[in-house]
């Protein structure tokens, strides 16, 4: 059973998403907040899988509330996923460097987020395709997000692969299945590919394999 705390300062929000989650089988919605202090609060009481948590609240806003739970000891295994209404702005990059595991929009298709959450109990990381789409769009081209280009080199043939179907938007899990290998070899694929390039995420891995060539908008 998937344990989900909602973090969304909007009661029809979480109304209309703790509906989707209860009508699942393996889901069971714990608790929920209207505001990243309360989020916080009820992570540390019932040590939820999941925290869908909602970027922009009142009191304490979605990614200072997912800093201090990734960063709390005690709350090692709760993993965060961000909802918002925006497309991909700073609050991405933030988010994720805040440890966030992935990003979703509200306007995303039921079972994508639901996708989502499993994905993330996994201990995988996910950016919803649409919201892939948008920080290519939008990121790419940004001076601050550049990573050392020679670093491309460093990369086996088959790591090159993984880091373009990470750009698309891919699971660890799908990449998996595309590539007809176990989910363990292309997570540890994945890691590697971070490390020789220097991205601190997933979403700088994405723009890293835009800006050399390894995926285009096309893909």
């Known amino acids: 059973m998937i344990r989900v705390l909602l973090v969304d300062d909007q009661p029809l929000i979480r109304s209309g998403i703790r509906a989707l989650l209860d009508a699942e089988d ?3 919605v714990v608790a929920e907040a209207g505001n990243g202090v309360d989020g916080v609060r009820l992570a540390a009481e019932h040590r939820p899988d999941v925290v869908l948590m909602d970027v922009q609240m009142p009191r304490l806003d979605g990614i200072e509330a997912t800093r201090r739970i990734i960063t709390d000891p005690t709350l090692s295994g709760v993993r965060v996923v961000m909802l918002t209404n925006y497309g991909v702005d700073e609050y991405v990059f933030n988010a994720l460097r805040a440890g966030a595991c992935g990003f979703v929009l509200k306007d995303t ?14 201990g995988d990381a ?63 694929h994945v890691s590697r590919a971070m490390t020789k390039v220097g991205a601190r995420d997933r979403a700088s891995l994405v723009v890293f394999a835009f800006q050399n060539g390894l995926a285009t908008p096309a893909d």
């Open 26 to 28: 393996d889901v069971s």
């Open 109 to 122: 298709e039921p079972d994508e987020l639901l996708h989502a959450l499993r994905v993330a109990v996994d």
């Open 126 to 188: 996910l950016l919803s395709p649409a919201l892939t789409r948008r920080l290519i769009s939008e990121f790419v081209a940004r001076p601050h997000t550049r990573i050392d280009a020679t670093a491309a080199a460093q990369l086996t043939n088959r790591e090159r692969e993984v880091v373009a179907l990470v750009a698309t938007g891919m699971s660890n899990a799908e990449i998996a299945a595309r590539m007809v290998i176990s989910p363990m070899t292309a997570k540890t």
